[in-house]
T-cell receptor, first 113, second 111 residues
Framework: NAGVTQTPKFRILKIGQSMTLQCTQD?????MYWYRQDPGMGLKLIYY???????DKGEVPNGYNVSRSTTEDFPLRLELAAPSQTSVYFC????????????FGPGTRLTVL | AQSVTQLGSHVSVSEGALVLLRCNYS??????LFWYVQYPNQGLQLLLK??????LVKGINGFEAEFKKSETSFHLTKPSAHMSDAAEYFC?????????FGTGTRLQVFP
């Protein structure tokens, strides 16, 4: 049971490039989330999904896209990378909207130059 | 709307001293509350959670938190700080389909 896995761990992008951050969970959780954490700041929710085929915007969705074709995977797409997207990205999953624990991945550190 | 407020973005204590990290919530319904810890260069992991079963909740690594409805608080405490407790701590409340996080408190422990 690997929990929540994220790839890559580190990435440097040039302005205008695109990339996909991968997130996979093996706990059969319905709910999945993408957060960004800027240095010295808290977590900001980018997008989330309550099940396969269903996604919704969080606080800071601009510049990102997501899809949820399977229960296990929730990739985050950056289409035109900008320096403001330099951050650490965390994926998380949750079984359901109750007292269940939300599990976090180890993060992807992205730098846009 | 629900919100979570953590008072103090930085807290410094000496090793062996009491740790107190403050969290207040606003909610019109009984809340489900959580404390998460983030060690350097790692993701968040659950310390403890309040689910209305008991007002004093014990978590991992000797931490505990007390839910006080009258004060809308869920402060995190540890009687004796250890160097390994140095980390970022986040309080969170269950919202609709997602967690509402506080802005975090960075705990420093000095020898």
């Amino acid at each position: 049971n690997a929990g929540v896995t994220q790839t890559p761990k580190f990435r440097i992008l040039k302005i205008g490039q695109s990339m996909t951050l991968q997130c996979t969970q093996d706990m059969n959780h319905n709910y999945m989330y993408w957060y960004r954490q800027d240095p010295g700041m808290g977590l900001k929710l980018i997008y989330y999904s309550v099940g396969a085929g269903i996604t919704d915007k969080g606080e800071v969705p601009n510049g990102y896209n997501v899809s949820r074709s399977t229960t296990e995977d929730f990739p985050l797409r950056l289409e035109l990378a900008a320096p403001s997207q330099t951050s650490v990205y965390f994926c998380a999953s949750l079984r359901g909207p109750s007292t269940d624990t939300q599990y976090f991945g180890p993060g992807t550190r992205l730098t846009v130059l | 709307a629900q919100s979570v407020t953590q008072l103090g973005s930085h807290v410094s204590v000496s090793e062996g001293a009491l740790v107190l990290l403050r969290c207040n919530y606003s909610s019109s319904v009984p809340p489900y509350l959580f404390w998460y810890v983030q060690y350097p260069n790692q993701g968040l992991q659950l310390l403890l959670k309040y689910t209305s079963a008991a007002t004093l909740v014990k978590g991992i690594n000797g931490f505990e938190a007390e839910f006080k409805k009258s004060e809308t608080s869920f402060h995190l405490t540890k009687p004796s700080a250890h160097m390994s407790d140095a980390a970022e701590y986040f309080c969170a409340a269950r919202g609709t389909d997602k967690l509402i996080f506080g802005t975090g408190t960075r705990l420093q422990v000095f020898p």
